[in-house]
């Protein structure tokens, strides 16, 4: 059983910073994809980045060029760090965890953090 906890969220201007982390228990952190996904009220969970276990890294559309995954297997956290964030990208956060894989369908992922929120103002 892998227990995510994700931090970080909070309010923030358009075109401000900030970064996400996301703390995972057991033994297979460095194994494991681990993926960023955020819901917005009426919206489905969307894929926002995701960092596999070789470090291979993939990104939205929405946010490639301002979003930035990266991980620390010896701290079992992954971050995301958010810069020139806009009112579309606030939403609820989600980590989650896939052995041995990276995929982008939030289906295919085996865990999941309780999510943090991120709310950007215009």
């Known amino acids: 059983q892998v227990q995510l906890v994700e931090s970080g969220g909070g309010l923030v201007q358009a075109g401000g910073s900030l970064r996400l982390s996301c703390a995972a228990s057991?033994?297979?952190?460095?194994?494991?994809?681990m993926g960023w996904f955020r819901q917005a009220p009426g919206n489905e969970r969307e894929f926002v980045a995701a960092i596999g276990w070789s470090v291979r890294t993939l990104y939205s559309d929405s946010v490639k060029g301002r979003f930035t995954i990266s991980r620390d297997n010896a701290k079992n956290t992954v971050y995301l760090q958010m810069t020139s964030l806009k009112a579309e990208d606030t939403a609820v956060y989600y980590c989650?965890?896939?052995?041995?894989?990276?995929?982008?369908?939030?289906?295919?992922?085996?865990?999941w953090g309780q999510g943090t929120q991120v709310t950007v103002s215009s």
């Open positions: 057991g033994n297979t952190f460095s194994r494991s994809g």
């Open positions: 989650a965890s896939k052995l041995l894989g990276i995929p982008t369908r939030a289906e295919e992922y085996d865990y």
